[in-house]
């Protein structure tokens, strides 16, 4: 079955940078596309951009150009988000989902991973 | 961008009554790339319906998915306890992705 796994809370200081791992099983790791989402506290959903870890390629939100990074590890089917330079207006809980396409629906998501940004 | 606008933001009903949700998009979007999400408190969301008016796996066929060009429509035939959550529409055929800022389904 398939299951998209990610790493835990983490708590970080105004400036500093998170990685957010997101592990897949279940399926071919390299036929589909992943993309991150995260919603803020009592928010809605945000779409933060998409990496295909078949080749790697990624297309980021304009807003979050700049300060979020994509990448894949395809030996441990592991997708990961950076973002830096982080402000309490990063709080959220980063999401993790995955698609069929580049233009695709998210069919099963990670469960999340909560990122407070506190000093 | 598409902007993606959600009516009502709250809608309260009683189980067994039918809901009605609305997204209007700001401009067009392709009925092959319209999707509905339900999302449980502490949880992330869930796909219900894609391509519009398609119900993704083990989705009740309580729920349906209709419209067109700019307006779409979630309906809830007979509400269940559980359908008292949230629910987003998203648009997927215009990058960036963006999502609807929901709609809650309260009990009345």
């Known amino acids: 079955q398939v299951q998209l796994v990610q790493s835990g809370a983490e708590v970080k200081n105004p400036g500093a940078s998170v990685k957010v791992s997101c592990k897949a099983s279940g399926y071919t790791f390299t036929s589909y596309y992943m993309h991150w989402v995260r919603q803020a506290p009592g928010q809605g959903l945000e779409w933060m951009g998409i990496?295909?870890?078949?080749?790697?390629?990624?297309t980021y939100a304009q807003k979050f150009q700049g300060r979020v990074t994509m990448t894949r590890d395809t030996s441990t089917s592991t997708v990961y988000l950076e973002v830096s330079s982080l402000t309490s207006g990063d709080t959220a809980v980063y999401y993790c989902a995955r698609t069929s396409g580049w233009y695709g629906y998210f069919d099963y998501w990670g469960q999340g991973t909560l990122v407070t940004v506190s000093s | 961008e598409i902007v993606l606008t959600q009516s009502p933001g709250t809608l309260s009903l009683s189980p067994g009554e039918r809901a009605t949700l609305s997204c209007r998009a700001s401009?067009?979007?392709?009925?092959?790339?319209l999707a509905w999400y339900q999302q449980k408190p502490g949880q992330a969301p869930r796909l219900l319906i894609y391509g519009t008016s398609s119900r993704a796996t083990d989705i009740p066929d309580r729920f349906s998915g209709s419209g067109s060009g700019t307006d779409f429509t979630l309906t809830i035939s007979r509400l269940e306890p559980e359908d008292f959550v949230v629910y987003y529409c998203?648009?997927?055929?215009?990058?960036?992705?963006?999502f609807g800022p929901g709609t809650k389904v309260d009990i009345k």
């Open positions: 401009q067009s979007v392709s009925s092959t790339y």
């Open positions: 998203q648009q997927y055929g215009s990058s960036p992705f963006t």
């Open positions: 990496i295909y870890p078949g080749g790697g390629s990624t």
